[in-house]
């Protein structure tokens, strides 16, 4: 009896939630008349239950039934006794233009905080939900006077940003995270919907404003941390260096967070700020492995940017490095970066090789020996010797199952396997690939899958593909020039083949590495023209914004190129950064 009551009561639980749903469903489609059955029915199963008479009387409200939302909230009030009902009858008097009406009841709501300022929470929240801003204001400030523990100054900020007073805004943001500053991040996130990267742009005037206030009032690292995140977001990265050696010099603990500036600096290209929060981080840490990392880092950008007459040079730098701290496990990733300068850059194949087989004479561990034998195989791809380094890529497949060096390894086979035209085994991997933990290797996987998938059956003999691999196996020997010597071919021979998309795209990558910057312009403008609907469109109308916008200082040119991406593509992965840049060409005061 008892097991059979329980299913009942099961059963009818089930489908009063089922009703619940429908009722909601009906009322976010517009269909009130539906949703007017359905809450009544609801209500009078649960006659006290708060949201069912307030969900009811809205209904009666969209229905333009405001005598009955009238007397379903009287009867509420007088039984229930629950302020935020006054809320509701006001505003449905509002409606009816019964303003005098409306007011009686909105003051009798915030009165009801003198017996219980708890009420705070259902009535600011009932007028916000009706865009009564003033009135959630005052509700907020008489709880926060009647009881000395509330805090609504998130609320209240909130409120404040969708009034457009910006300034008190921040400053009562602020405030908060002055009390609370484990909510630092989540400010610092609310704060970038109202900023752009201009810095004369009025919200941030105002922002920094407000903190050089406070760091005069009250100079707590904490306004240093907040000031350099603005400039970060401004990308005037010197200056948030300057507050971060503020904040180091007085809390000496970590240079972790001047190394991630230093990263994001050489990100935005600003090289020259990044050189100098390295050289400050080798200067000042006392940490070898921190100093190493800089140097690393350092290296990396440095031989990016160099001509093949400062590789000298680098080289050098790198020799010394290993006359101070060795050649041991603990500057492995110099020396594995070594290697590869030697043979990419320097194409030095045999010194590269033999640097790298000592390396894994050292003492170091299995994802170590993983690391060395996986530029090992990128040198063997670099010589074409493509069978040879398929066999160190296996083995790390087979020693670190699993792992993100391992799934490196199996794209690396893919890859492999394209260059030498194995279209189908590469593929096989890539299939697999497409479902890696990582997700920057499952994005590879699936481009180099699209590519493969898209033109391996446009001729028999896959001769475009082929070039198209010869191409990128170039680019990969870091032979530029060569690589855009053959894309010009499959221009030439295969133009009226999907590849040629494809093509279009990496040459002007190409001519932008070379600084070719006009002929870059030239490919993006045939793309834009030729393969309007294609699937690199927006990668189009995204690079020749950022090539007029930076390299060719044309910002009146880039401007409509980022709104035409906004309105166009609004699933592409450059939706936001786009949006962002426009607003900032534009000037916009991002306060809406």
Known sequence: MRLILVCCMLLSFCAFSQQDIVAKQYFKNGDFEKALISYKKLHENSPTNINY?????DTHIQLKQYNEAEQLLKQAIDRMKFPSFYVELGYNFQLQDREEEA??????????????????????????????????????????????????????????????????????????????????????????????????????VILRKTILRKIQQNPELIWNELLSWLFSQQKEFNKAFAQEK????????????????????????????????????????????????????????????????????IQSDYIKLFETYGSQSQTLKLQIAYGHFLAFYLHEIDQAETVLKQSLNQNISNTQIAEVKLELADILVLQEKFNEALIYYTQIQRSLKNSTISQEARFRVAKTSYYKGDFKWAESQLNILKQSTTQLIANDALELKLLISDNKYEDSTQTALKLYAKADLLAYQNKPKEAIVVLDTILKNHNSEPIAEQALYKQAQLFESQKAYNQAENNYELLIANHANGLLSDDAYFALAELYNHQLNRPEKAKPLYEYIIFNFADSIYFVEARSKFRTLRGDSLSQ
């Open 53 to 57: 008479i307030k969900a009811l009387a």
């Open 103 to 204: 007011q009686e009841n909105y003051e009798k709501a915030i009165q009801s905080l003198d017996e219980n300022p708890s009420y705070v929470y259902s009535i600011a929240r009932q007028f916000q939900e009706h865009s009564l801003l003033d009135l959630a204001i005052r509700s907020y400030e008489k709880a926060m006077t009647l009881n000395e523990e509330f805090d609504f100054s998130m609320q209240l900020s909130q409120i404040y940003g969708e009034q457009g007073n910006i300034e008190k805004m921040f400053v009562n943001y602020i405030d908060f995270v002055e009390k609370n500053p484990i909510y630092i991040d989540e400010i610092k996130r609310i704060f970038s919907d109202f900023l752009n990267e201009n810095p004369d742009n009025e919200n941030n």
């Open 246 to 313: 503020a904040i180091y010099n007085r809390l000496p603990e970590s240079l972790n967070r001047m190394s991630q500036l230093a990263s994001i600096a050489t990100s935005e290209k600003d090289f020259e700020t990044a050189t100098r929060i390295y050289d400050y981080i080798i200067e000042t840490s006392q940490d070898t492995d921190t100093k190493l990392n800089a140097h690393y880092h350092l290296l990396q950008f440095k031989t990016d940017l160099a001509t093949e007459q400062e590789y000298k040079a």
